[in-house]
Structures are given as C-alpha cells and as structure tokens.
C-alpha cells in the first residue's frame, strides 16, 4: 500500500510514522525512508509565529495580498526573510510564518526530500482525527512546552515554553544538589508529589495566560512529560477539564508519536496542511552552455562593431576626399592644411562673410527695392523714416489708418523676419502714425 511519512524533530530524537493512503493503518518507522511515499517533516512550534487574521469572502488570491499586507505590519522582522503560508475557513485565516534562516536549519535536518509543514497543524490533524473539533493540546516535550488551542476544526492559538522536562531536571538537580540522571529519575518515580514540580507546573500554566474555565470540551495531553505521575490529575484540578492522553492507533505511543502521526496525516485529503517552501533564489553561477552562448554573442558584437567601424571609416575619406576636391577648386591657399585646421579655417571665413554680407548697404538697398511692390499697394501710405542697426530694419511713417498700417506690415512676411508693429496710433488729422520693426533676410 502506497504510506506517508511523518517526521516529528523532537529534542531527544527523530521520530517517524507512517500512514496508509489514501487509508490505512498506522505505525512507527526508523529512519531508513529511502523509495517510500512522501515525507512530511514538522517545523517546530518555537521556530515559527502563528497569526489569525479576518479575511473577506473572496478569492484565494485576494485574501493571500491581505495575508501578505497584514504580515508585512504586523512581523517583527521584514517579510523578505520569511516564508509563510495559510489555511483558511469562511472568514479566517491561519498563518504560519518561519524566517528564511530556520527553516534552513529544519532542512539540515529533514533532508531535501521533506516537505516542510508546521508543527502546530499536526496537533490539529491528530485531534480531527480523534474525533476532537474544540480542544486545548499540551504537548510537554524535553526541551520546550507547547501548547495549541483548537476551536471549531481550526487553530485558535499557539503559545511555548521553555519550560520543559530538561529544564525541571535542572531545577531538581540543583535543589536537591543531584545529578541530572538521578533528577530525571527521581521525577519519573514521584512527579507531582514534589513541591519543585507542582511550582515549575503552576508557573507554567500561569504564564499561558488560560481563562478560567478553560473554554474547551476537551484537554488533550502527549510528550514524554505526560508521563510523569500526578501531571493529568494536576492538570484537571487547575483547569476543570479531564486531561487525556491522544486516543491514537494502538501501534503508536501517546507519548511519543503524535506530532510524527499528524505530519503523516497531512498527506491524506480533507485534513488542513500548508507548504513552507522557500523562494527559490536565483542561481548566480552560469552553466556552460550559458557561457558558450555568452561568448557567441560577444564574437557577434565584436563583429558588428567591425564592420561599423570600418563603413564609417570608409565614409570618411570619402567626404575628405569631396572637401580636398572643393578645396582646391575654392580656396586653393588652403589646400595644404590638415582636415582639422582647414575646417576651423573655413568656418571662420563663412562666418566673416556672413558677417560683411549683414552689414553690407547692398543687403539694405535690396530689401528697401523689394519694398517697393507692397508701399505701392497701400494706397496713401508714407515711409518717413528708415533705420538699418545690426541686422534689423527699422521704417517710420504714416497711414491712412491702423488697418491699413497692420495690412502692409502682414504684406512684409516675405521680405522680412518677423515684422512687428512697435507703434501704431492716431497722429494729427485723422492720419495713423506708425513704426515697424523686422530682420533683414540674409541672401
């Protein structure tokens, strides 16, 4: 039959249980897994941040962005170094959150072929299974206590303590001057008879801050320090409710074996899991045929930028070739000077003969000839005056009115640049005095 294995990380050793799927027995396994089914392994409680957050009734994809936007107010460390993920009812959802760093610390441990899923969530899986849907779990391992609130099928909080069965050892040894084995022993044999016991239980249940009644049917205890005499007597005494051990499969231990039976389940349909896979991070090292196809693409921008090179090379000798030609035809005195000086010299010459050619009268003379034609179509119009000072033409006169002064300065477009009415108004006997201002045209 194809099975699932579960994978509890317990402080005093691995410990596998396998189930049949998608139904069947279960039973304890060693550690030799290789060519079974699949493998779940559990994330400690205390490696991870549970949070319960109200989510609107919508898509999956949508209450994922308000898992993520709340996680990213709420974690006390940024989201980037965390890998989470969720299980959800109506309005609900349960968050699992671990740092990037741990879970590599898990993995070390689980090997790659795991998948990773929370501790917490296999109390849950092994109390449905039990037939318990509103239940207080106490799980008293060796090195840390955990305990887990199911309320309605789904996780209601999860709290830890380091106050475990190693640390009670500690504290006996050292108040009864012991060593750790006679400790561990002498609290196998009396357990709650000792004073040192019911305290370190006392300051345990009062740090877990429960309610009181506790708002449960059912109190639900596993681990090894379940075994310790007088804890379910104490236990119901201080919280009202009759503490059981996990009504397990009879091939299991309660003791040892249920956080390993409820990873397990997690691979049978119906049952809460989450994934806590890390992103994966890109790779920065480049496989060869990555870098055969880098030097590919490097010969080809070589190449082109050859070929380049040499069409603008050819290019210009061409056009210095065209300009030598011109040159001697044009200014043969300058024939014999370097491209680079022989350019800088005609420049200056052009921009000396451009220069000559504003101020020349023979540029004033043309533009006030080319006048002429549009005066004339002004019936009545008077050029009083003319002005002529670094390139800009200035005529003084009068007209017969602001329209007409306004018509002949329009009719000058073709003549000068930007012709502009600087003065235009009412003179003496209903005459219109005006002054116009334009760019003489270069030829």
Known sequence: MFRATGLDLAATGNRFVSVGLPWGSARPEDQSLQGRGPLVANVPSDLLTFRRLNVPPTSREIRSRVVREELSCSL?????EAVWDWTDSEDVA??????RSHLEEVRERSGDRARLDG?????????????FEDALVLDFGASRTTMCAVKDGALEWVRVSFRGGNALDE???ASRDLTPEEAESLKKERGLELPECQEWLATLLEEALLPRPVPFEALLVCGGGAQMPGLREALADRTGLPATLFPIPASLCPFRDVAAWGAALAARPGLPRIRLQPTARPETSLRPWSLIWLVVLLLVATVDLEVRHATLSRRSAQQAEVLQVAVRQHA???ARLPNEEL???LSRRI????EATRRSPVLLLTTLGRLAGPLQEQSGMEIRAVGFEEGVLTLEGQAGSAQQSEAFRSSLGAILDKPELVENRAGASGQT???LEGQVREP
């Open 351 to 354: 921009e000396a003969a451009r």
């Open 332 to 334: 043969p005195d300058l």
């Open 76 to 80: 006390p460390f940024p989201l980037e």
């Open 171 to 173: 504290r006996l040894a």
């Open 119 to 131: 501790e917490p969530l296999s109390y849950l899986r092994a109390a449905r299974a039990c037939g």
């Open 94 to 99: 349960s968050v699992l959150v671990a740092m």
């Open 433 to 435: 005095r005006f002054r």
């Open 343 to 345: 350019l800088t010299t």
